[in-house]
């Protein structure tokens, strides 16, 4: 059967070093454009003496079997997803209804007691959210939207926006961030996206009387956004594990344990980069470094 190969580069440069790097994927198809073989193409240089120049070996890794199940679990997932949310619109549809007089009056009791069912389906709603967001990125289907944005209105406009949350929860959010902030190409969706989920979690690691503080720092080409609050704190030994995808702290309030993993594929997307430091029972701060001016155009660029 005549054969088709596909590259996909992920990394075109090959290091100096003595590092293996991935440089590539190889796909080999048939007539019909079926998955036939998906190889990983890993490269390394090999020094020659006499100061000749480094030939450069390639090694290929088939992983076919694990693209054939990272498929099959990413099609599952997402009708799961969508199975799950249209009875939990109804439902939610049906709780406000009620909540709102409309099927007849309610105790002080009744109207208590659907309140709370009204927020767990609030609540499963965004988990769903979540696990189909993170499948979109799992499967390459997330589409970006990159223009030219300001970032510290779309700074403000978060913490305004999570500002009664925050009260809520006995907590003050405090927005620090330089009110004349670059411009930036990027998502405004997205980016808000991360900015919400940071300051959020925040919310649900820190306890009544705490606080959460946006601030903005400018560094060479590159915008950086750090959300600290006085919560609970993260362990040393998670903190390099909290980006995986379904890990989870024991800190409050842990849902699917994507969240951060989201936010960190959003954020690298955009070339960009995220850290985290933290100090149990004092607080955590995570930090977002961001691409500005013609950086952030090559970024949204690829």
Same mark, same amino acid.
């Given at each position: 059967?005549?054969?088709?190969?596909?590259?996909?580069?992920?990394?075109?440069?090959?290091?100096? @070093?003595?590092?293996?790097?991935?440089?590539?994927?190889?796909?080999?198809?048939?007539?019909?454009?079926e998955? @036939?073989?998906?190889?990983?193409?890993? %490269?390394?240089?090999?020094?020659? %003496?006499?100061?000749?120049?480094?030939?450069?070996?390639?090694?290929?890794?088939?992983?076919?079997?694990q693209?054939?199940?990272?498929?099959?679990?990413?099609?599952?997932?997402?009708?799961?997803?969508?199975e799950?949310?249209?009875?939990?619109?109804?439902? #939610?549809?049906?709780?406000?209804?009620?909540?709102?007089?409309?099927?007849?009056?309610?105790?002080?009791?009744?109207?208590?007691?659907?309140?709370?069912?009204?927020?767990?389906?609030?609540?499963?709603?965004?988990?769903?959210?979540?696990?189909?967001?993170?499948?979109?990125?799992?499967?390459?289907?997330?589409?970006?939207?990159p223009?030219?944005?300001?970032?510290?209105?779309?700074?403000?406009?978060?913490?305004?926006?999570?500002?009664?949350?925050?009260?809520?929860?006995g907590?003050?959010?405090?927005?620090?961030?330089?009110?004349?902030?670059?411009?930036?190409?990027?998502?405004s969706?997205?980016?808000?996206?991360?900015?919400?989920?940071?300051?959020?979690?925040?919310?649900?690691?820190?306890?009544?009387?705490?606080?959460?503080?946006?601030?903005?720092?400018?560094?060479?080409?590159?915008?950086?956004?750090?959300?600290?609050?006085?919560?609970?704190?993260?362990?040393?030994?998670?903190?390099?594990?909290?980006? #995986?995808?379904?890990?989870?702290?024991?800190?409050?309030?842990?849902?699917?344990?994507?969240?951060?993993?989201?936010?960190?594929?959003?954020?690298?997307?955009?070339? %960009?980069?995220?850290?985290?430091?933290?100090?149990?029972?004092?607080?955590?701060?995570?930090?977002?470094?961001?691409?500005?001016?013609?950086?952030?155009?090559?970024?949204?660029?690829?």
């Open positions: 059967m005549p054969a088709q190969a596909q590259l996909f580069s992920s990394n075109k440069t090959i290091p100096t @070093e003595n590092k293996a790097t991935l440089t590539c994927e190889l796909r080999i198809t048939g007539e019909n454009d998955l @036939e073989r998906v190889y990983q193409a890993f %490269g390394s240089p090999v020094h020659q %003496g006499g100061g000749e120049e480094p030939l450069v070996a390639i090694v290929l890794h088939d992983i076919t079997a693209k054939v199940e990272e498929q099959s679990r990413t099609e599952f997932i997402s009708m799961v997803s969508h799950l949310r249209n009875p939990l619109n109804s439902l #939610n549809g049906f709780i406000k209804v009620v909540l709102k007089g409309q099927a007849g009056a309610l105790t002080p009791l009744q109207h208590e007691f659907l309140g709370i069912a009204d927020g767990q389906v609030e609540l499963l709603k965004g988990l769903i959210a979540e696990l189909l967001e993170f499948n979109r990125l799992e499967a390459g289907r997330l589409v970006l939207d223009q030219w944005n300001d970032l510290s209105l779309l700074v403000a406009g978060t913490a305004t926006r999570l500002h009664l949350q925050a009260q809520q929860n907590l003050t959010l405090i927005n620090e961030a330089d009110g004349n902030l670059p411009d930036c190409i990027f998502d969706e997205r980016i808000g996206q991360v900015l919400t989920n940071l300051i959020e979690n925040a919310i649900k690691a820190t306890p009544p009387g705490g606080s959460i503080t946006v601030r903005s720092e400018l560094h060479d080409s590159e915008v950086w956004l750090r959300i600290c609050d006085t919560g609970v704190g993260i362990p040393a030994t998670q903190l390099k594990d909290i980006f #995986n995808p379904f890990y989870t702290t024991k800190s409050p309030g842990q849902g699917t344990g994507l969240g951060l993993s989201v936010v960190h594929s959003l954020v690298r997307r955009y070339h %960009g980069d995220i850290r985290v430091c933290s100090t149990p029972n004092v607080g955590t701060t995570f930090t977002i470094e961001l691409p500005c001016g013609c950086d952030a155009a090559e970024a949204a660029a690829v």
